[in-house]
Each structure stands twice: as structure tokens, then as C-alpha cells.
């Protein structure tokens, strides 16, 4: 039985139609439309316009019509492209160690650092990962964040890989939002692994993919490219055994030296993350590619590290994209509008390169083309604000929250 519904009316809505995947995006570029609605058909949008014109429609098809009274500004649903919320424990020990002046090394060798969430991970439960990764999914959801990517990487073995994107798994059927799992296998070489880093990824690819495959548990490999993880020559005939397979491809790359976005490029990955250490040349050879740049200013803030170079990379011609990267080590925040305000203060980008970078350009880093503009067809995914203008999101960083979310087209969060 085909449902209609209609929202509105609408003060602002911000489609985010006509605006490039690529480069730099002025404010009045964006689509606006005023006094709008929302006409949804099941899951996805029938059409958006003018309220009264859509209400004709509405009434004809025997639509649910929903009105609002004051001022909404509609947005598409936010994506967070990268997070890391199946975990177990905590680091704040390391986070006071970091702040205290202490180096990575150093808290690596105190019994801190990836390994330990690793450790910590690995004693938990499937359950227990799978009701961690389902409570901080909701809590990004009542912030607006539709879907949400989220990677194993804490088990690094076959078994315990397993155990957290079945967790994952398990928990996208119990949260509203869209859970979209990357197998981060190669996040540094497990220290109780008897071989190699070529013996280890050549385990992991051989076990671990064909399950992966046969259980629909992931269609994304990510990996560490780092001096302390692992190097583009361990790296390269990893992703080629998994592209191979028909996995999609994504890279940590650039976080504290550079190196990985060669290979991302190289490699045609679908997005390289972090790229906090890149430089002119690498900004130039990913502005030329098909690769999307996706910023974390979550792990910038809680290293206290330079942010990812986004203005140089939109003024070069790339794709940029904004996410969160919550983790419980170098990013325990979590809060996407809030750290995705504070990059475009600092790089000085457009409110429509942030709106953008947290869309339909987030979309583009995971694949999905279903998503991140409000446009007859795609997904009902929207948040409304209630506010006059879509400039006031920004301008209060996080503070002000969306009053209802809407997910599929249906109400999955309302703060009224």
C-alpha cells in the first residue's frame, strides 16, 4: 500500500540539488526554496516545492499532511563517513598523558594506544559491542546523522573481526540510522601475531574475505597507511586482492606523514581520510582523481594537531567531505556538527562547502547514491531546524540540534 505524507510548510528548505561533487561552492549557489514542502512516497521523496502547490497534489492522493507552525529550515540527513563506535573502553588516560606532554610512543609503551582498545575490545561480548555501537548510533542520530559508517579494526584477528562487524551488523537492525560497516583489518599489525605485516594481511585477505562476503558483513577494506601501522608496499597487494574481490576501496591515509594518498589514487579508492599531514603535491593528485577527501576534525582537536588542508583541497578542485572519526582514542568527542563548524572556522570554508561536506558529498565517500540531496527519488532523509535560516546552523557550532529527524520517511526523533 503506497503511503503519502507531506511536510511543510517549510521557512527554508536546502536541497543541496545543482551543487558540484567537486571544488569550491559559494552560498548562493545553494538551492533554497521557501515556504516548501516535502511530498514523500514510502521511503523516498515524490517531490519537493512550494508548500500550497505540493498540498493540491497531496490532497488528490489522499496524503498524510503534516503541517508545522513558526520557522523550519529543512536539510538533507547528515552523513558521518568515517567513525570508529565499536569499541569497548575507554582512553582517558591517554588523552591526560597526551595533553601532559607525553608522545604517542610513550603512551604506546605505558600500555596505551590502539592496542589497548584492542585488548579491552576483545574481552567484550558480541552483545555488548553490538549495544555499544546501537546507544552512540542513536546518539548521533538525534543529532541529525542518518547514516553513519562505522569499521571494525579493534579485533585484528579473524575471529574478533568478525565478532565486531557482526556486532555492527547486529545493531543496524535495531537503530533507525543506516549503519554502513568497513572491515579496518589493517590497522596495525596485532602484537600477538606470530609473522610478518605481509604474512599477516595476506591471513587476513585469504580468511577473513571470503566470510565477509558470504555473510554480507562488509563491501569496504580500509587500512592504516602510516610509519607505525602499515607501508603502501604492504598495503598494495592487499586492496588489489580485495578490489579483485569486489570490495571497495578506502584509505587512512596522510594522518602524520604522507604516502597513503598516493596509493588511494593509485588505487582508485573510493575516499582518503584524515590527510592532516598532506601536502601541496598530494592535495594537487587527489584534486586530479576520483578520490573523495574526507576531513576529521574530531582526531585534530583531540591531538591538537593542524587540521586537514580543506580549503587548499576545494580551491585545487577535490571532493571534500567532513566526519566525525569517534574513536575512543584520538577522537572521543563524536559530535559532527560541532566539530564540522569549527573546521569550516579555521580553513574558512563556505556554510555550503560544510552543509556539502556533511551531504551528498559524504554520500560520495561512501558510495551511495541514494542520499545527501533532497530531490524526487532519494531517500527521505531530513532534518528540520527549527530556526529562519540555514546560516544560524553554523554560526552556533553545534549548539543548536535539529527538532525532528526523519529517516525513510518517517519521524525517528523529535525534541518537541
Not at 125 to 145: D, P, Q
Not at 354 to 366: H, P
Not at 372 to 385: E, T, W, Y
Request: glycine letters at 8%; hydrophobic letters at 40%.
Amino acid at each position: 500500500m503506497i503511503k503519502y505524507k507531506l511536510i511543510g510548510p517549510l521557512t527554508q528548505l536546502v536541497s543541496m540539488e545543482n551543487c558540484a561533487i567537486r571544488g569550491i561552492l559559494k552560498d548562493n549557489e545553494l538551492s533554497v526554496i521557501k515556504n516548501a514542502g516535502i511530498l514523500i512516497e514510502n521511503e523516498h521523496i515524490f517531490a519537493i516545492g512550494d508548500f500550497n502547490d505540493l498540498k493540491e497534489k497531496a490532497v488528490a492522493l489522499d496524503a498524510e499532511i503534516i503541517e508545522l507552525y513558526g520557522d523550519y529550515v529543512c536539510t538533507p540527513g547528515f552523513i558521518d563517513a568515517h567513525t570508529h563506535i565499536c569499541f569497548s573502553g575507554t582512553r582517558a588516560r591517554d588523552y591526560a598523558m597526551r595533553n601532559a606532554g607525553k608522545s604517542y610512543l610513550e603512551i604506546a609503551e605505558a600500555g596505551g594506544g590502539i592496542w589497548d582498545t584492542v585488548m579491552q575490545t576483545r574481552k567484550a561480548e558480541k552483545e555488548e559491542l553490538s549495544h555499544n555501537v546501537h546507544k552512540r548510533a542513536n546518539t548521533l542520530l538525534k543529532n541529525g546523522i542518518t547514516t553513519i559508517e562505522v569499521k571494525s579494526g579493534y579485533g585484528l584477528s579473524v575471529a574478533e573481526e568478525l565478532k565486531m562487524l557482526r556486532a555492527i551488523q547486529n545493531a543496524n537492525q535495531v537503530t533507525d540510522a543506516d549503519l554502513i560497516a568497513t572491515c579496518l583489518a589493517g590497522h596495525m599489525l596485532p602484537r600477538d601475531f606470530e609473522g610478518d605485516h605481509k604474512t599477516y594481511l595476506d591471513h587476513i585477505s585469504s580468511t577473513l574475505f571470503p566470510i565477509l562476503k558470504e555473510e554480507n558483513l562488509s563491501n569496504r577494506i580500509d587500512a592504516f597507511i602510516e610509519q607505525s601501522a602499515f607501508l603502501p608496499s604492504h598495503i598494495y597487494p592487499y586492496f588489489e586482492k580485495a578490489k579483485a574481490m569486489g570490495f571497495d576501496i578506502t584509505v587512512h591515509a596522510d594522518q602524520f606523514s604522507t604516502g597513503g594518498s598516493e596509493v588511494a589514487v593509485q588505487m582508485n579508492a573510493i575516499s582518503a581520510d584524515h590527510l592532516e599531514a598532506s601536502t601541496d603535491h598530494e592535495i594537487k593528485i587527489l584534486a586530479k582523481s576520483n578520490v573523495i577527501a574526507v576531513a576529521l576534525p574530531g582526531a585534530s582537536l583531540g591531538l591538537g594537531c593542524d587540521f586537514t588542508p580543506a580549503r587548499k583541497i576545494l580551491d585545487a578542485g577535490g571532493a571534500l567531505a567532513i566526519a566525525s572519526d569517534w574513536n575512543p582514542g584520538s577522537a572521543p568527542m563524536g559530535d559532527l556538527l560541532t566539530q564540522a563548524s569549527i573546521l569550516g572556522t579555521f580553513e574558512k570554508l563556505t556554510n555550503a562547502e560544510v552543509l556539502a561536506g556533511i551531504t551528498f558529498r559524504a554520500a560520495a565517500a561512501l558510495n551511495l547514491k541514494d542520499r545527501g540531496k533532497l530531490s524526487s527519488n532519494m531517500l527521505a532523509d531530513f532534518n528540520l531546524f527549527q530556526t529562519d535560516h540555514f546560516n544560524e546552523i553554523f554560526y552556533q557550532q553545534g549548539k543548536l540540534v535539529p527538532s525532528q529527524v526523519w529517516k525513510k520517511g518517517n519521524i525517528v526523533y523529535s525534541r518537541s
